[in-house]
C-alpha cells in the first residue's frame, strides 16, 4: 500500500534561517505530489505542484522554492524565513494524470519567529 | 476573482440528525469537485469525489450533490455521530486537465450528543 512520509512535525526558526521540508511517498511510482500552506483562519494555499523529477510550478511568488530531485521525493526550501512563512506545511500526491484523489501527510507546524 | 465559499465556519448538530454543508464557487468550471475531512493538527483526509456530469454521490452515510448550473454543491452526513466532528472541506479544480486542486476555508462540524 502506499504511504507518505513528512518530516518534522514541528519546527520553530529564527527569522532570516534557512528551511528544508522533506516528503516522500512509497507504493506508487510517478506520483503528482503537492505543497499546502495552511495558515491559522486560512484555507489551503497551493505552493508548488510536480507532474515528474525536475519539473516544478509554482503557485505563488515568494521566498520559497521545491525540488524534486527523486521520482518520489519533494523537497520545499527557503534560504531566509519571513514571520509570514509561519503554518502548517502539508505535502500531498496523487496518482498521475489530472482529477485525481491528493493523498496528505501529516503535516509540519512551522513557526518564524 | 474566483472564489470558493462554505457557507458557515462552524455547524452545531444534534447527533442523529443530517448534517447539511455547503460549497459555492463563481469563475470556476470545474470538471470535478472533491470533499475532504480534515482533523486537528491532521492532514486532510479524501471522502469523495463527483464529476460535473454526475448529479450525486453516496458513500455509506454521505451523500454529495453537485450542480453546475447553481454552482453548488451539497455534501450530507446522515445519522451524525459525535465521531463526525472535524472541518469538512471542498476542493475543485481549475478545469479539465488541471492538475491544481483549490480549496475552501471548511466548515468545522461539531455533532453534540
Known amino acids: 500500500s502506499q504511504t507518505i512520509h513528512q518530516w518534522p512535525a514541528t519546527l520553530v526558526q529564527p527569522v532570516g534561517s534557512p528551511l528544508s521540508l522533506e516528503c516522500t511517498v512509497e507504493?506508487?511510482?510517478?506520483?503528482?505530489l503537492y505543497w499546502y500552506r495552511q495558515a491559522a483562519g486560512r484555507g489551503l494555499q497551493l505552493l508548488f505542484y510536480?507532474?515528474?523529477?525536475?519539473?516544478i510550478s509554482s503557485e505563488v511568488p515568494q521566498n520559497l522554492s521545491a525540488s524534486r530531485p527523486q521520482d518520489r521525493q519533494f523537497i520545499l526550501s527557503s534560504k531566509k524565513l519571513l514571520l509570514s512563512d509561519s503554518g502548517f506545511y502539508l505535502c500531498?500526491?496523487?496518482?498521475?494524470?489530472?482529477?485525481?484523489?491528493?493523498?496528505f501527510g501529516s503535516g509540519t507546524q512551522l513557526s518564524v519567529l | 476573482s474566483q472564489k470558493i465559499e462554505q457557507n458557515s465556519e462552524a455547524l452545531n448538530i444534534q447527533e442523529g440528525k443530517t448534517a447539511t454543508l455547503t460549497c459555492n464557487y463563481t469563475?470556476?468550471?470545474?470538471?470535478?469537485l472533491q470533499w475532504y475531512r480534515q482533523d486537528p493538527g491532521r492532514g486532510p483526509v479524501f471522502l469523495l469525489l463527483?464529476?460535473?456530469?454526475?448529479k450525486e454521490k453516496r458513500k455509506e452515510r454521505l451523500k454529495v450533490t453537485f450542480d453546475t448550473t447553481l454552482k453548488q454543491s451539497l455534501f450530507h452526513i446522515t445519522a451524525s455521530q459525535p465521531a463526525d466532528s472535524a472541518t469538512y472541506l471542498c476542493?475543485?479544480?481549475?478545469?479539465?486537465?488541471?492538475?491544481?486542486?483549490?480549496f475552501g476555508k471548511g466548515t468545522k462540524l461539531s455533532v453534540i450528543p
Open positions: 500531498a500526491w496523487s496518482e498521475q494524470g489530472a482529477g485525481e484523489k491528493l493523498f
Open positions: 507504493g506508487t511510482s510517478n506520483p503528482n
Open positions: 510536480s507532474v515528474g523529477i525536475g519539473q
Open positions: 469563475n470556476y468550471s470545474p470538471a470535478y
Open positions: 463527483i464529476r460535473e456530469n454526475e
Open positions: 476542493a475543485l479544480d481549475r478545469g479539465a486537465g488541471s492538475y491544481q486542486l483549490t
